[in-house]
Structure formats: C-alpha cells, structure tokens
C-alpha cells in the first residue's frame, strides 16, 4: 500500500482527473444535469474500494470511473447508467449489500447494480452450467433492464483495453469468452464500434504474431490507400458540394480481426482482400422528414460518376437491420477498375451504427420520429425470452442456441397476404413455419415458395413469398433439427421431441411394470441395466422409450435374461462395444493424467511431454508454430488445442479457470498432420508436381490426396505430414510457384 508520500497525493490527483472528465463529458451530453447524484455514487464508490487495487497496480476506483466513461462516451447512456457503472463492483467487491444501494440511490440504481452483481458472481465458475446459468442469469436481468447488459459491455471493454496486466491462461479465457459472448452480443445491440473494438484485443491477445503483422502491412498499404481514397471521392465532393449538400466522407478500413477472420474462412492472403477500403457518406438532412430520399439522391449522383455493381446494392433504409442498422449501400467501379463499397448514411444513422439503440432513445425523443430499431429490438428480446422459458437440460446446448441468435444476418421474406417478416439468413422453410405459429411448424410438411412446391429443409432467400403447407398427420422428427437455422425453431423441436419421448417413456415404463408382474419376477433396477444391455442399448430411458415406441417387444427371452444369475452376465458384458470403449479411455487416462496442475504455469509443449502428458486435439489439429493453449479435461489430461478453434472457444466460455498456456519446443524430430487446400486450372501433369514438390523436394508423407476437376476447375486437399509450421509454410511457398495452381492455403 502507498503510505503518505507525495505518491498518494499524484494517485489522488489522477483520480479526481479522470472522474472530472467523466463529469465534463457528461455535461456535454444532452441528458438531464443530476450532477449531485453521480457525485454521490463517485463518492460512495471510492470510500468502498478504498486501498484496493487493480492487477496493474492502479487504485480500484480507476476501474469503476472508465467504466462509467464508457458508458456515458461510447454508449450513450445518462445519469441512472454513470451511477450504476460507478456502483457496479460494489456489492461484489466490498461489504455493502443491494440494500445499502437501494437506500441510498433508489430501486432504479440497485435493480442494475443487482443484476451486474449476479453476472459477475461465478462468471469464473469451475463448472460449464454455472457459466452458462449465470449468462442465463445476464440474459433475464437484461429484459428487465436493457441497461444491465450495457453496463456490462463497457464493464468487458475496459477489462479487455487493460488485459496485458493479466497472466496469459487468464488473458485467453477472457479474450475467448469476449468473443464468444460479448463481441456477439455488443452486435446484436448495435454497438458497432464497441464490438469491432473487442473483437480486435481478443484477436490481439489471442495471435498477437498475426496481430501485429496485419497492422504492420496495414500501415505499409496506407499511403496507396489514402490516394485511392483521395482519387475516387474528388468527384464525388464536386457534385455534393455543388447540390449543396451538407457531409462528410470518411474512410472505413477494414477491422484486424475482420481481415484476419477473412483470411482465415475464405483462405486468402492479406493481399487478396480488395474491400479493405470502403468508402462512407455522412450527410445532415436539411430537413428529417428528407432523410431517405436524400440517400437515394446521393446515390444517384454516384452511378453517374461510376458504374454500379447490378447485384450489390444494400437498402437498409426502408428495413433496417434487427440491430437497428440503417444506411444505403452501393458498390462502385473506380475508375481503376476496382470494386469500392461506399456507405450512404445521415448523422442519425451514423450515430445510431456506431453507438447502438441507445442512441435511438436520443433522436426518438428529439425527433418524435417513428422506431423501427427499437421495435426490432424489443422482439428480438421477445424471443430471447422465449428461449429461458423453455428450459434446455444441456448447458452449452442453451450458449449455442443463444449464439444462434446473435450474429445471424437478416433476409426479408412475405406471408401470402405481403406481410414483410424479417428472418435470420439461411432460414428455412421449417424456420419460417415456426416464427409465425407453433402448429404451423409441428405440422409443416412442406411450401409453397413463389407458387412453386418445395420441401420444408428449403432454404429461403430475401423476397421469397411463402405459404405454409401443413397436414394433421405430420408430426415433429428428430432429424429437422438439421434444417432449421433459427435459435426459436431448434428450441420448440426440441421441446417437443422432449416431451413426445417422456410420454414414450411412460408407455414404456407401463408395458415394462406388467410385464414384470407377469412373469413374478420382482422390480430391480439391476434387472432393468441387464435389458438394457441385452438389447444393446444405452440407457435406461432409451429402453422405455424404445418399448413404448414399440420397437422393442419384451417377452420370454427378455424373462430368461433377468432369471439368469448375474455372474452369467458378465461374462459377456465385455463383448458389447461401448463397455470395451469406456475401457480403453480408462487406461489412456491413467497414462496421460498430471497430478497436480498449476494453472499459472504456461507448459512446454515438447517432444518429451507431448509423448508422456499432453494430447493434441482431435478437432482443430494444432502443429508446432500454431498458437495454442491448454485445456484441462474432467479426467485432469491437457488437452491443446489451437486458441482460434471454436470447440477451444467454446471452452474456454464455459470452462474458463481450466485454461492454461502453453508454447512449442520442439525439434523437428515429431510429425504432425495437416491438410492443404490447393486450387487452380486444370493442365496436363499437374497433379504430378504437386506430389513431386511434396513428396520427393521435401521428403514429407503424404497421408491422402483427394482432387477433383470441374470444368477445367482443379481443386482439391492434401494431407501430409510435417514438423511444424515452417515447414507447411515453405511447402505452400514453392507450391505457389506451380503453374496454373492459383491458390495453396492450410485448412482448419
Ligand atoms: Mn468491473
């Protein structure tokens, strides 16, 4: 602790500093001066956390006052919403209760300080369903008071902008779990800006090697892209300047992490990607009332400067995105002959864009203008709500159904009668039965699409009409999980797959209770688990249901298996498939458990350990090179896994304290498989240099070659062996120098 030295004079000094910037910013804002009130809390808060202090050293009060600041700054929110952020770690950190809160600051300020106390509590939880309940938890709290959820979003922005004082397995959890729920969330909400900013330091803490080079060549490639920017919008100025417009034109380039996720799906290099520039027109509307017609004039203007790309032209204006988003975009041809995104917008859209619906409240109550942003939101939240009615017994289960929901673009469909529907892309037909009525879905056996005939797994697009076909004799089937894409379809199938196979159950355990009275034999689970082997099932639920489905018909044979001893039994348990297999994990576990794990350790991945205690994932493949971290299974194994996999991610959202780093220190003495992608125009005696480079130049294995030619168009995938990823990188390299081969990336 600072003792009285001129140390804690500067600490206090800062302090007072960053508190009155917040002040300063807030009285900037439009909102209602309740300068006392946050006064109040700012007051309460440092007294609470006094001689507290952060992982990096600073006093705890620090934290609080940046959150705030972002909320009041970045999102928009006033006087309830500083008070709650300078609140929020109150009643978790200190011995005040919501009580405390509530009598001071009122029901408003506890309600939200409760709800963020709730989240917070476990949000390090060992166990998966706890992450998962308390995101519940979060969920609720947040269709309460959407303020809750706000709060927290700036919460996780400042925890993220000071995560470099963290230990690295800490930083991968929280980096992991920001872009598995909060990046997600912040873009269900709108704020735009903020998830592109969490997005980024996850990305940054998680491949800080890939970071940096993307903002290396970024910076390198400015110059060229400024010219480009200054070329293509000289003649644009000149005709908004001569109409009189009143705008602005700024560029957008393209997020790290946006370019990185590009890389990575659709397997380019950073030079590859030609939207990196895109170009906005932020203009005020002389008159609100004007708004989108000046959009579509601006427009205009611009097609007759450059050619439009028929098919990329974005109306978000008449149907704005679920998260509220509105603007007009067009793609133009530079004169250059490249393809640039230009993104028409008003200030209101703007503001709307980058700040989210909170700002929507600002230009609602200044303009008196008509919400659609926020209706969306209110359904959206609607559905929310109806996911946490219907309880799903599967923890991560619930995460994914939510994710569903979060980052699915939209399409706009219509009812027969021309009702617009918005739908989450790749919808299906399935999906749109279930969005209007329950019955209509359980009960759909197929459409009719723009008056043609298709099947209900028919994937709708934008401007499809639709009619509903359904028959009383249909009834929900396990497999229509797969064709459905929304989070509301998933659930009520599920649900009443659940329930139809409760009731399948009952029957079961009916015809089972009689069937044991018959034969007077006395009812034993023991002789129900020998059933169930004997039919070579599972479960035991999967027994009742199987005879309740009557699919199984119990008689004599089934009699004679109870009455048999059970030393009989076992003499052939060990030949059923699932028992040997529990087995084997059994021995492997006891070779690769580690005894005691220091999860602030970052363990050495070598040639040594990777034999004797580490095992490589099974799903995303890591090799010596890739970033990777450890993940410590129920068994206590450390499983590696590569920190980009999405089963890695979803671990470490769930299982955060289970997290440990790890870094490669190997020798080329290990092979590793991996598998490449290789793409390009078909000629004779190219697939026999491909295999020469590898196999021969290299002298590495390959493990399966799989190509295929369509017209004139060769694409395939080889798997290989390497040491690591050196080596892919030097195959890919002299791969790349193969004639017509157009394109050589690893896969995932
Ligand atoms: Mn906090």
């Not at 028409?344 to 200044?366: C, D, L, P, T, V």
């Not at 892309?425 to 329950?438: E, G, M, P, R, Y």
Request: proline share 3%; net charge neutral; hydrophobic share 35%.
């Amino acid at each position: 602790m600072v003792d009285e030295s001129g140390n804690e004079f500067n600490e206090n000094q800062e302090v007072e500093q960053a508190y009155q910037h917040l002040i300063d910013t807030y009285l900037g804002t439009n909102h209602r001066k309740k300068v006392e009130l946050i006064n109040k809390a700012f007051n309460f808060a440092r007294q609470a956390h006094k001689g507290v202090r952060r992982h990096s050293g600073e006093p705890y009060i620090m934290h609080p006052i940046a959150v705030a600041q972002i909320a009041c700054e970045e999102i928009g929110l006033g006087s309830t919403s500083i008070c709650s952020a300078l609140l929020h770690d109150v009643v978790e950190d200190t011995d005040y209760t919501v009580e405390d809160i509530r009598n001071i600051f009122g029901d408003k300020i506890a309600l939200i300080v409760d709800g963020l106390t709730k989240i917070s509590g476990g949000i390090f939880g060992v166990h998966a369903s706890a992450q998962a309940e308390n995101f519940k938890k979060l969920l609720l709290t947040m269709s309460e008071d959407i303020r809750v959820i706000l709060i927290k979003i700036a919460d996780r922005l400042h925890n993220m902008r000071t995560l470099g004082s963290m230990i690295p397995s800490k930083q991968y959890k929280i980096a992991g779990e920001t872009l598995y729920i909060y990046a997600p969330l912040a873009h269900r909400l709108g704020l735009n800006k903020i998830k592109t900013e969490l997005e980024d330091l996850s990305f940054r803490y998680e491949h800080p090697e890939e970071y940096k080079e993307i903002q290396n060549k970024l910076e390198h490639t400015r110059e060229e892209r400024d010219n480009v920017f200054d070329e293509f919008t000289t003649p644009i100025r000149k005709r908004l300047d001569k109409l009189g417009f009143n705008y602005e034109i700024k560029e957008r380039v393209k997020s790290p992490y946006s370019i990185w996720n590009k890389m990575q799906t659709k397997h380019v290099t950073f030079e590859e990607i030609y939207d990196i520039l895109a170009v906005r027109i932020i203009f005020t509307p002389k008159d609100p009332s004007t708004e989108l017609t000046d959009c579509f004039n601006i427009y205009v203007q611009l097609s007759q400067i450059y050619k439009a790309h028929p098919e990329r032209l974005r109306d978000w204006l008449n149907h704005p995105k679920a998260n509220g988003y509105q603007a007009l975009h067009v793609t133009l041809m530079s004169h250059k002959g490249e393809w640039i995104e230009v993104q028409i917008r008003s200030n209101r859209m703007h503001e709307i864009a980058e700040q989210g619906f909170a700002a929507h409240w600002k230009y609602k109550e200044k303009t008196g203008l008509e919400d659609d942003g926020e209706r969306e939101l209110e359904k959206w939240m609607r559905t929310i709500k109806e996911i946490l009615d219907d309880p799903q017994p599967n923890a991560l289960d619930f995460l994914e159904t939510i994710k569903l929901n979060l980052y699915a673009q939209e399409i706009f469909v219509f009812t027969p009668k021309g009702e617009l529907k918005t739908m989450p892309q790749n919808s299906t037909v399935l999906d749109f039965a279930f969005s209007i009525h329950t019955f209509l879905g359980s009960h759909c056996i197929g459409a009719k699409v723009n008056h043609k005939l298709v099947p209900i797994s028919h994937r709708l697009q934008s401007g499809d009409q639709i009619e509903i076909l359904t028959s009383n004799s249909q009834h929900v089937q396990q497999n229509w999980i797969d064709y459905v894409a929304t989070a509301k379809a998933k659930g009520k199938i599920l649900a009443i797959l659940r329930r139809e196979q409760r009731e399948q159950q009952k029957a079961g355990e009916e015809v089972l209770t009689h069937f044991f009275e018959k034969h007077d034999l006395v009812f034993d689970l023991n002789d129900v688990d020998k059933l169930v082997e004997y039919h070579q099932l599972k479960s035991r639920e999967e027994l009742l249901q199987c005879i309740g489905k009557k699919e199984i018909e119990i008689g004599e044979n089934d009699a004679n298996i109870i009455r048999r001893k059970s030393g009989n039994s076992k003499t052939w348990l060990r030949f059923l498939p699932f028992r040997k297999k529990k087995k084997d994990i059994e021995i492997d576990s006891a070779e690769k458990t580690v005894e005691k794990i220091d999860l602030k350790k970052t363990i050495q991945l070598n040639e040594e350990t990777l034999k004797s205690t580490y095992t490589i994932a099974e799903c995303c493949h890591p090799i010596p090179g890739d970033d990777v971290l450890g993940f410590v299974d129920e068994n206590n194994h450390i499983i590696i896994h590569k920190r980009q996999c999405a089963v890695a991610s979803r671990l470490k959202a769930s299982f955060g304290p289970r997290i440990l780093a790890a870094k490669w220190d190997t020798h080329k003495q290990l092979f590793f498989p991996v598998s490449l992608n290789i793409k390009g125009t078909d000629r004779i005696g190219l697939l026999n240099e491909v295999t020469e480079i590898v196999s021969r130049k290299f002298d590495v294995n390959i493990r399966k070659l799989a190509i295929e030619v369509r017209e004139g168009i060769f694409e395939g995938e080889i798997q290989l062996y390497v040491h690591d990823v050196d080596d892919v990188q030097t195959i890919i390299k002299n791969l790349k120098n193969v004639k017509n081969l157009q394109s050589v990336s690893r896969m995932n």
